[in-house]
């Protein structure tokens, strides 16, 4: 054995089912590779309920294998005043 220690990656991503209905070109959007590799950062917004979350988890999902160190999921609601 070589002795090196394997390092532990975190995945904190939530599940998803798998099914994502009529965002497929959102989807498209998030996941395809982007030229301008100085973009670290995408903003999803629009109203309470349409999907947001799913949408922006199963893209993570997707992406997760480009991000060997790790993936965290953040839910902001909880910090929210409403």
Known sequence: A???RRRR???DLPGHNGRLIGRDA???RLVAPSAD???SLVTVDGT???GKTALVVRAA???SAHYPD???YVDLYA???Q
């Open 70 to 72: 790790g993936c965290l």
């Open 37 to 39: 590799t100085s973009v």
């Open 48 to 50: 309470a309920g349409v």
């Open 2 to 4: 070589s002795g090196a």
């Open 61 to 63: 999902h997707e992406l």
């Open 79 to 81: 910090n929210s005043t």
């Open 9 to 11: 990656t975190v995945n």
């Open 26 to 28: 959102e989807l498209a």
